[in-house]
């Protein structure tokens, strides 16, 4: 018989064979093996869950207050029960007093007692209390608070040292940078989760100061005044907001960076209060226009529109117009990096600023004065105003002169003593007034009003009608697109306007 069929066989078994390897090969080729997580922060959570604490505050309400809103939970809530009993009896009846609980998180940073949390958690509390990882509750009184960054400090009275942590350099993080939430979300008592640094140095609008580091860690309420911990156990930011419209965690949250904090804890911690620099100026943005007329190449710094009375400018060091683009050796980009610059500086500290004036840089040096002595005097009414220039002599009655032809949609006149009578004009001002300003012209849409006075042009002094016309012709003549405008209103104080000219 042929050896066929047996040859057919082998080959057919060759065949399979081949085929299965091939299989197998392509099988592993098409399924990669799974990717490994982050490392397990197991051990970091563990070395720092007994330095995070959850507080208790509670709030005596009068009855009619009654109608206050309660603290809503997500509908479905696992932990609805929970909360119905935490605020059971809570609301008023009759007109009747009653109390309002609140809950938060914060931190030990003093294993003699001190804790760190955000302001909100603690304010207006008639009774804070804070309750350890072993159970432990401890009353706490408040050392002080701080609106501006919202930060406060708590003290304890321990029976023994407490677990601490302490600060890191949040200037160090970059984002992309892992970092660990510890807190108390939702009252459910010392939870962790982790996420990544998203962005830095964001500006929510929440103060002056806002440099929020912002993360996809998970924080809720409840979390506010907990720590932002980087991956070596440090402190790097205090949590402080998130962006929600239900108040749960979409993975937008911020906290204060501790390049910023630490030296507002240090002061809550050593007086009680803050004692920040004061420059004693008012600023206002240097926008597009403003440095397209001032032939700027971008926009920088912070423009000076006023001068307060009684603060440490008080030899004309710095001048209404003048642009500050550098303060004690920091570059200032924009107007709220002056104002945290100076808000981080010791006060009585002599530090030199770099100006532009008459497009030219200057450098003039200026002691700083405290920030709270310029707002209470502000609250006291009896300084914080603009300082102004002595008034000149009183020009010749001229109530018959005409107002000038339209100006940059503006009808301008002269400031005699029956046109300040007539809008109602401090004395210490001088300019030019303007008595009119046509509807969609530029000045109107610079929100420019008869009654105002413009002061400047181009940085220049207006006394007269015709000084205004002839420097706004000088601007177009070399090419300005807008009008720099310092405007004084009724009272003297001062802003700056860019109108266009084309």
Known sequence: MSKRPEFFRGLVLAAATALLFSNTALAETALPRPAAGPPSVADLAESLLDAVVNISISQNVKGEDDNAPMPQVPEGSPHQEFFDEFFKGQGGEGGRPRTVNSLGSGFIIDPSGYIVTNNHVIQDADDIEINLSNGTRLKAKLVGTDTKTDLAVLKVEPKTPLKAVSFGDSRKIRIGDWVMVVGNPFGLGVSVSVGVVSARGRNINAGPYDSFIQTDAAINRGNSGGPLFNMQGEVIGINTAILSQTGMSVGIGFAVPTELAMNVVNQLKDFGETRRGWLGVRIQPV??????SLKMDVPRGALVSG??????????????????????????????????????????????????????????????????????????GSGGELKKESPKPSEPPAATLPATDVV?????????????????????????????????????????????????????????????????GELKADGRRNALLMIANKSGELRFVTVRME
């Open 287 to 292: 926008t597009d226009d403003i440095a397209e």
């Open 408 to 472: 940059l949609g503006m009808k301008l006149a002269v400031l005699d003593a029956d046109r300040r009578k007539a809008f109602g004009i401090a004395e210490s001002v001088n300019g030019v007034i303007v008595t009119e300003v046509q509807a969609n012209s530029p000045a109107a849409e610079r929100r420019v009003e008869a009654g105002d006075v413009i002061v400047e042009v181009g940085q220049e002094a207006m006394d007269s009608p015709e000084d205004v016309t002839s420097r706004v």
């Open 307 to 380: 001068i307060i009375e009684g603060g440490p400018i008080s030899h004309g060091e710095i001048k209404a117009g003048d642009i500050i683009i550098r303060f004690d050796g920091t570059e200032v980009g924009e107007m709220r990096d002056l104002m945290r610059a100076v808000g981080e500086s010791p006060v009585g500290k002599a530090v030199d600023v770099v100006i532009i004036r008459d497009g030219k840089e200057q450098t003039v040096r200026v002691t700083l004065g405290r920030l709270e002595d310029g707002e209470h005097l502000a609250s006291a």
